[in-house]
C-alpha cells in the first residue's frame, strides 16, 4: 500500500468513524454493528501504526478514554448482571436440561420444573428498591458497572416510585428490560422521518437510544415499557421458586411477562417454544427466543453459575436472520497470536434490522470448503450478537471472470512465512495460519500491547491504541516490559511530543506506576496466551496462587501437564502455555515484568474458606451431591479438584465403596474424611 492509498484510507475512515460516532451517541440509529463498527476502528488504528506521520488530530483514535455517551455517573452492580448461555436448536436444550440433572444428581422419578419467558429484545436493567421505595435504576454495562440512570427510568409509567402489597424486602434490585413495542416504535419512526430525522434501525437501538438520554424529557416523550425478569441484591426473597418471585413482583406493582409458563420436561419445554415462535408476529413486541430457567431457587443456588452466565438458564434463540448481498473483497487482518483472519467486504446490507458491511469468513479452510469468491452473491446472517458470517455463495450469482481465492502465504503486515502448525498432540494441522513474525510483526506487537493495557488486563488509563501507536514510533516501547521503564527512559520529554504537555504526561506516569501493583489473574490474562482468556486466567491463578509457583511449574517437565487436572483446563490450554513459554522472547517479557511488578496473589472466592489453597480429591460415590457439584463447590471455597491422588493432595473425600484412590491415600498417609466431615469442614452441610 502506498502513502498516498494509505492517506485516502484514513481520511474516508475517519470521516466514516466520526459519522457512525454521532449516529450512535446522538441519534441512536447506527447503521453498522459494533462488530463492523470495531472493524474500522482496527483498520483505521492499523494504518496510522503503518503510517504514523498520517495520523490526523482530529482522528477518533485520539478519543481514547471519553465516556461512552457522556455525562453518565457510573454505579457498580453488588450482584453481577450476567448474560446467558445460548441454544439455537432442540439438541442444545436437550443437553441443557441433562446437565442440569447430572449437575443435580437426580433419579429418573424427579422432574424439574422450568420457567419459559419469552426473551424480550431491549436494554437490560436494574431498579433498586430500599424500604420498597424506588431509589436507583442503572444499565447492565460491562456486567460489573453500570450507567446510573435513575432519571430516565423514573419517567417510565410502569416504574412504580413506592412497591404496594406484601412481604416487600427492606431492599431488592430488580432486573428486567426496557423495550418499545413493535407500534410504537413503528410510530417513533414515522414522526422522526417527518421531523427529518433518521429513523431507528431497530427497536433495541430505539428502547436503548430512548432511555439514555441526558435530556430526561426526551425519555419521558418516548412510550418505553418494562419487564421484570430477575433480582440481583436482596435482603430477604418472599418465594423459594422463580415463578413464585414473579408472582410476587407483580404483586408489587412492576410488569412481569405475559405467557410465562412452567414446563415440566423436554417436550413441555420445546413445545412451549414452537407455540411462542408460531406467534411471535402476534405479539405486540419483537422477542428474539425463549428463556428457560430452573424454577427451584435452592436448585439454582446449587447449580450456580459458570463464567458469565447462570448454569440455571438458558436462552433458546429463534434461528437467525438472513440476507444475500455481493462481496467486494476479502481482507485479512492479523490478530494478537499472529492469526489470519478473512474479512468479507460487502455492498452493505440490512440483516434484521441491522446494516452489516462486513463479516468474518473464519480462516482458509472455510473459504475453499463454501467456494467463496470475490464478486459472489453470498448469503449472510447474523445470529444476535455474534459477529455476522458468510454462510456460502449464492450459485446464481457468480461472474464468469471470479476466480477461487488465494489465501496469502505471508503475513500482510509484516511479510513473514505466515503457515498452519501441526498439532503435536493430534498430529492435526491447524486451520487457522498464523504469522510466524512473533514479535517482529507490528501487528502482533501492537495487538498483544493493545491486549495488555485493556480493561480486563492492566488497565492502564491514558495508554490507549494511538499512544501505543505513537510510542513505538518513537522507540520508546515495543514490548510490555517497556512500559515500566517508560519514565525512566524518557522523562519530561514526554512532555514536548504532539498531543502531549505537563499534566498528561505527569497522569500517564501516574497511571502506570499505580499499576506497579496488580492481580495475579489479571496478570495471567494480560500476558496474551492464546486460549488463556479472563476465566482462564483466574483458575490458573487460583491454581499457583503466586507467580513463583508458575516459575516454577514453567521449569519443571510435568509442572504444565499437571493443569489438566483443573476442571475446564484442557490440552489445548496446556499446548499453548509450553508454546508460549518455550519461546525466549517471551520468557524474557515474563521475567521482565516480574522484575518490575508486584504481583498481589489472587483474592480467593473465599479467603476465609478453611479447605482454600487445598488439593482435594474426592473418590467413591457420594450421597448428597453428584462428583461434578462436588467439584463446583470445592472449587467455589478456593480448593483445587484433582483427580488423583498424589504425594500433593491435601485431603481425599472418601464416599461409599472407595477403591484404588483410598488405598493409595492410606499409603501415603494423607488426610482422608467422609463425605459428611468435607460437608462440614467446607461449612457446607
Ligand atoms: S435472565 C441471570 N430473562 O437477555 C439471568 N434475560 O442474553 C440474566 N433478556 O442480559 C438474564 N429477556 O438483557 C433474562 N426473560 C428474560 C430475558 C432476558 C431478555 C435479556 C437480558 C440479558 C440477555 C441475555
Given at each position: 500500500?502506498?502513502?498516498?492509498?494509505?492517506?485516502?484510507?484514513?481520511?474516508?475512515?475517519?470521516?466514516?468513524?466520526?459519522?457512525h460516532?454521532?449516529?450512535?451517541?446522538?441519534?441512536?440509529?447506527?447503521?453498522?454493528?459494533?462488530?463492523?463498527?470495531?472493524?474500522?476502528?482496527?483498520?483505521?488504528?492499523?494504518?496510522?501504526?503503518?503510517?504514523?506521520?498520517?495520523?490526523?488530530?482530529?482522528?477518533?483514535?485520539?478519543?481514547?478514554?471519553?465516556?461512552?455517551?457522556?455525562?453518565?455517573?457510573?454505579?457498580?452492580?453488588?450482584?453481577?448482571?450476567?448474560?446467558?448461555?445460548?441454544?439455537?436448536?432442540?439438541?442444545?436444550?436437550?443437553?441443557?436440561?441433562?446437565?442440569?440433572?447430572?449437575?443435580?444428581?437426580?433419579?429418573?422419578?424427579?422432574e424439574?420444573?422450568?420457567?419459559?419467558?419469552?426473551?424480550?429484545?431491549?436494554?437490560?436493567?436494574?431498579?433498586?428498591?430500599?424500604?420498597?421505595?424506588?431509589?436507583?435504576?442503572?444499565?447492565?454495562?460491562?456486567?460489573?458497572?453500570?450507567?446510573?440512570?435513575?432519571?430516565?427510568v423514573?419517567?417510565?409509567?410502569?416504574?412504580?416510585?413506592?412497591?404496594?402489597?406484601?412481604?416487600?424486602?427492606?431492599?431488592?434490585?430488580?432486573?428486567?428490560?426496557?423495550?418499545?413495542?413493535?407500534?410504537d416504535?413503528?410510530?417513533?419512526?414515522?414522526?422522526?422521518?417527518?421531523?427529518?430525522?433518521?429513523?431507528?434501525?431497530?427497536?433495541?437501538?430505539?428502547?436503548?437510544?430512548?432511555?439514555?438520554?441526558?435530556?430526561?424529557?426526551?425519555?419521558?416523550?418516548?412510550?418505553?415499557?418494562?419487564?421484570?425478569?430477575?433480582?440481583?441484591?436482596?435482603?430477604?426473597?418472599?418465594?423459594?421458586?422463580?415463578?413464585?418471585?414473579?408472582?410476587?413482583?407483580?404483586?408489587?406493582?412492576?410488569?412481569?411477562?405475559?405467557?410465562?409458563?412452567?414446563?415440566?420436561?423436554?417436550?413441555?419445554?420445546?413445545?412451549?417454544?414452537?407455540r411462542?415462535?408460531?406467534?411471535?408476529?402476534?405479539?405486540?413486541?419483537?422477542?428474539?427466543?425463549?428463556?428457560?430457567?430452573?424454577?427451584?431457587?435452592?436448585?439454582?443456588?446449587?447449580?450456580?453459575?459458570?463464567?458469565?452466565?447462570?448454569?440455571?438458564?438458558?436462552?433458546?434463540?429463534?434461528?437467525?436472520?438472513?440476507a444475500?448481498?455481493?462481496?467486494?473483497?476479502?481482507?485479512?487482518?492479523?490478530?494478537r497470536?499472529?492469526?489470519?483472519?478473512?474479512?468479507?467486504?460487502?455492498?452493505?446490507?440490512?440483516?434484521?434490522?441491522?446494516?452489516?458491511?462486513?463479516?468474518t469468513?473464519?480462516?482458509?479452510?472455510?473459504?475453499?470448503?463454501?467456494?467463496?469468491?470475490?464478486?459472489?452473491?453470498?448469503?449472510?446472517?447474523?445470529?444476535?450478537?455474534?459477529?455476522?458470517?458468510?454462510?456460502?455463495?449464492?450459485?446464481?450469482?457468480?461472474?464468469?471472470?471470479?476466480?477461487?481465492?488465494?489465501?496469502p502465504?505471508?503475513?500482510?503486515?509484516?511479510?513473514?512465512?505466515?503457515?498452519?502448525?501441526?498439532?503435536?498432540?493430534?498430529?492435526?494441522?491447524?486451520?487457522?495460519?498464523?504469522?510466524?513474525?512473533?514479535?517482529?510483526?507490528?501487528?502482533?506487537?501492537?495487538?498483544?500491547?493493545?491486549?495488555?493495557?485493556?480493561?480486563?488486563?492492566?488497565?492502564?488509563?491514558?495508554?490507549?491504541?494511538?499512544?501505543?501507536?505513537?510510542?513505538?514510533?518513537?522507540?520508546?516501547?515495543?514490548?510490555?516490559?517497556?512500559?515500566?521503564?517508560?519514565?525512566?527512559?524518557?522523562?519530561?520529554?514526554l512532555?514536548?511530543?504532539?498531543?502531549w504537555?505537563?499534566?498528561?504526561?505527569?497522569?500517564?506516569?501516574?497511571?502506570?506506576?499505580?499499576r506497579?501493583?496488580?492481580?495475579?489473574?489479571?496478570?495471567?490474562?494480560?500476558?496474551?496466551?492464546?486460549?488463556?482468556?479472563?476465566?482462564?486466567?483466574?483458575?490458573?491463578?487460583?491454581?499457583?496462587?503466586?507467580?513463583?509457583?508458575?516459575?516454577?511449574?514453567?521449569?519443571?517437565?510435568?509442572?504444565?501437564?499437571?493443569?489438566?487436572?483443573?476442571?475446564?483446563?484442557?490440552?489445548?490450554?496446556?499446548?499453548?502455555?509450553?508454546?508460549?513459554?518455550?519461546?525466549?522472547?517471551?520468557?524474557?517479557?515474563?521475567?521482565?515484568?516480574?522484575?518490575?511488578?508486584?504481583?498481589?496473589?489472587?483474592?480467593?472466592?473465599?479467603?476465609?474458606?478453611?479447605?482454600a489453597?487445598?488439593?482435594?480429591?474426592?473418590?467413591?460415590?457420594?450421597k448428597?451431591?453428584?462428583?461434578?457439584?462436588?467439584?463446583?463447590r470445592?472449587?467455589?471455597?478456593?480448593?483445587?479438584?484433582?483427580?488423583?491422588?498424589?504425594?500433593?493432595?491435601?485431603?481425599?473425600?472418601?464416599?461409599?465403596?472407595?477403591?484404588?484412590?483410598?488405598?493409595?491415600?492410606?499409603?501415603?498417609?494423607?488426610?482422608?474424611?467422609?463425605?459428611?466431615?468435607?460437608?462440614?469442614?467446607?461449612?457446607?452441610?
Amino acid at each position: 500500500m502506498t502513502r498516498k492509498e494509505a492517506k485516502k484510507e484514513i481520511d474516508d475512515l475517519v470521516r466514516d468513524i466520526g459519522r457512525h460516532d454521532r449516529l450512535y451517541h446522538g441519534g441512536d440509529a447506527p447503521e453498522i454493528d459494533d462488530a463492523a463498527y470495531d472493524a474500522l476502528r482496527r483498520r483505521l488504528e492499523d494504518l496510522e501504526a503503518r503510517f504514523p506521520d498520517l495520523l490526523r488530530d482530529d482522528s477518533p483514535s485520539r478519543r481514547v478514554g471519553a465516556a461512552p455517551a457522556g455525562g453518565f455517573a457510573t454505579v457498580a452492580h453488588g450482584v453481577p448482571m450476567l448474560s446467558l448461555g445460548n441454544a439455537f436448536d432442540e439438541a442444545d436444550v436437550a443437553d441443557f436440561l441433562a446437565r442440569v440433572r447430572r449437575f443435580l444428581g437426580l433419579g429418573d422419578d424427579e422432574e424439574v420444573e422450568v420457567v419459559a419467558e419469552p426473551k424480550v429484545d431491549g436494554l437490560a436493567v436494574s431498579l433498586r428498591y430500599e424500604r420498597g421505595r424506588f431509589v436507583r435504576a442503572a444499565t447492565r454495562g460491562d456486567g460489573h458497572t453500570g450507567e446510573d440512570i435513575t432519571a430516565n427510568v423514573a419517567t417510565l409509567d410502569e416504574v412504580p416510585q413506592c412497591l404496594k402489597g406484601e412481604a416487600i424486602p427492606d431492599l431488592i434490585e430488580l432486573r428486567g428490560e426496557v423495550y418499545l413495542c413493535r407500534e410504537d416504535f413503528l410510530q417513533l419512526n414515522r414522526d422522526r422521518v417527518a421531523q427529518d430525522e433518521r429513523p431507528f434501525a431497530n427497536p433495541r437501538n430505539a428502547a436503548a437510544g430512548s432511555l439514555r438520554q441526558l435530556d430526561v424529557s426526551v425519555t419521558r416523550s418516548r412510550p418505553l415499557r418494562l419487564f421484570i425478569y430477575a433480582w440481583g441484591e436482596a435482603s430477604t426473597l418472599p418465594a423459594a421458586t422463580h415463578s413464585g418471585m414473579l408472582e410476587a413482583i407483580a404483586g408489587w406493582g412492576l410488569p412481569v411477562a405475559p405467557d410465562v409458563r412452567v414446563a415440566r420436561g423436554l417436550d413441555d419445554v420445546l413445545a412451549f417454544h414452537r407455540r411462542i415462535g408460531d406467534r411471535r408476529a402476534e405479539l405486540p413486541f419483537d422477542i428474539d427466543g425463549v428463556v428457560y430457567k430452573v424454577d427451584r431457587l435452592d436448585w439454582q443456588s446449587r447449580l450456580g453459575f459458570v463464567s458469565r452466565a447462570p448454569r440455571w438458564a438458558l436462552a433458546h434463540k429463534f434461528p437467525a436472520e438472513k440476507a444475500t448481498t455481493v462481496l467486494r473483497d476479502i481482507q485479512i487482518q492479523v490478530g494478537r497470536t499472529g492469526s489470519l483472519t478473512p474479512v468479507a467486504v460487502l455492498d452493505p446490507v440490512n440483516v434484521g434490522g441491522v446494516v452489516v458491511e462486513r463479516a468474518t469468513l473464519h480462516n482458509e479452510e472455510e473459504i475453499r470448503r463454501k467456494d467463496v469468491r470475490i464478486g459472489d452473491t453470498v448469503t449472510i446472517q447474523r445470529a444476535g450478537d455474534v459477529i455476522p458470517q458468510v454462510l456460502g455463495p449464492v450459485p446464481a450469482g457468480r461472474p464468469d471472470d471470479a476466480l477461487p481465492f488465494v489465501f496469502p502465504e505471508t503475513c500482510p503486515v509484516c511479510g513473514s512465512q505466515a503457515v498452519r502448525d501441526t498439532n503435536a498432540r493430534t498430529g492435526q494441522v491447524d486451520v487457522v495460519r498464523r504469522c510466524t513474525g512473533g514479535l517482529r510483526c507490528t501487528a502482533q506487537i501492537v495487538e498483544r500491547l493493545r491486549h495488555f493495557v485493556s480493561r480486563q488486563a492492566f488497565d492502564i488509563e491514558g495508554l490507549g491504541d494511538r499512544q501505543i501507536a505513537q510510542f513505538r514510533e518513537k522507540g520508546w516501547i515495543s514490548s510490555p516490559v517497556d512500559i515500566f521503564d517508560l519514565e525512566e527512559k524518557v522523562g519530561n520529554a514526554l512532555a514536548d511530543e504532539e498531543g502531549w504537555g505537563e499534566t498528561s504526561s505527569r497522569n500517564l506516569y501516574a497511571a502506570i506506576a499505580d499499576r506497579r501493583t496488580i492481580a495475579f489473574d489479571r496478570f495471567i490474562n494480560a500476558l496474551g496466551v492464546r486460549h488463556v482468556g479472563e476465566t482462564t486466567a483466574r483458575l490458573l491463578a487460583r491454581h499457583w496462587s503466586e507467580p513463583a509457583t508458575m516459575r516454577q511449574a514453567l521449569d519443571s517437565a510435568s509442572g504444565l501437564e499437571d493443569l489438566q487436572d483443573i476442571d475446564s483446563i484442557g490440552p489445548a490450554v496446556v499446548d499453548s502455555l509450553v508454546a508460549f513459554f518455550s519461546d525466549a522472547g517471551n520468557r524474557a517479557v515474563l521475567d521482565g515484568l516480574l522484575e518490575r511488578l508486584t504481583i498481589e496473589p489472587v483474592a480467593r472466592v473465599a479467603d476465609y474458606s478453611p479447605v482454600a489453597g487445598k488439593s482435594v480429591v474426592f473418590t467413591g460415590s457420594l450421597k448428597t451431591m453428584t462428583r461434578q457439584e462436588a467439584k463446583a463447590r470445592a472449587e467455589a471455597l478456593g480448593a483445587r479438584v484433582a483427580g488423583s491422588v498424589s504425594a500433593k493432595t491435601d485431603i481425599v473425600v472418601a464416599g461409599e465403596a472407595a477403591g484404588s484412590k483410598l488405598k493409595r491415600a492410606r499409603e501415603l498417609s494423607l488426610a482422608v474424611m467422609t463425605e459428611e466431615e468435607w460437608l462440614a469442614l467446607a461449612g457446607q452441610a
